[in-house]
């Protein structure tokens, strides 16, 4: 009897954990589609939902917070249109949230301390600028073939920069105040 009862507890405990990741995946995902400005030449688009991707990886921690960030993203590309970017922000983002989560659980931190969260997305956020300048260059010129020399390549790739440094910034800004206003407040296992 005692079993059945530990059993039903395990299984219970890993249906919340299943769906707090689904929700957190579904409000990444409208996050990033719910306003999007369109980047050079149409190939890709700036949004929001780096905010959510910070905030997953600070609430679910390294595991949890990475296939939350990079499901819900590339599940947002795939929805806009933007399906040739999806192994990339997969890889991409999931990284992100993993960088976020090894530096903001550094030592005694816990994800607690305002200042380091931010060292930590600004890092996660350098990660991502260059992780998508190398992914323009490969799509504008391997993949869509919107232009004829690496040169132009390189250029369109450099031409993403501000516009990634933005993104992630204004993330990052509105992922702090937010983090700290549910931290600890959610039931929510981290690993």
Known sequence: MKQNIVRNEESGSKAIEITQMAL?????????????IPTVMGIGYDHLGDSMVFFAAILFGRKKGAITAAVGMSLADLLTAH?????????IKGVMALIATTIAYRGDYEGKNVINNIFAFAVAGAWMVFGYFVTKIILVKFVLMKVNTFGEALALGLAGIPNNIGQVTVGAILAIPLIKLLQGRLNIKRY
């Open 24 to 36: 957190m995946t579904a409000i990444i995902c409208v996050s990033t589609m719910f306003i999007q």
């Open 83 to 91: 399906a040739y970017y999806v192994p990339f922000t997969f890889v």
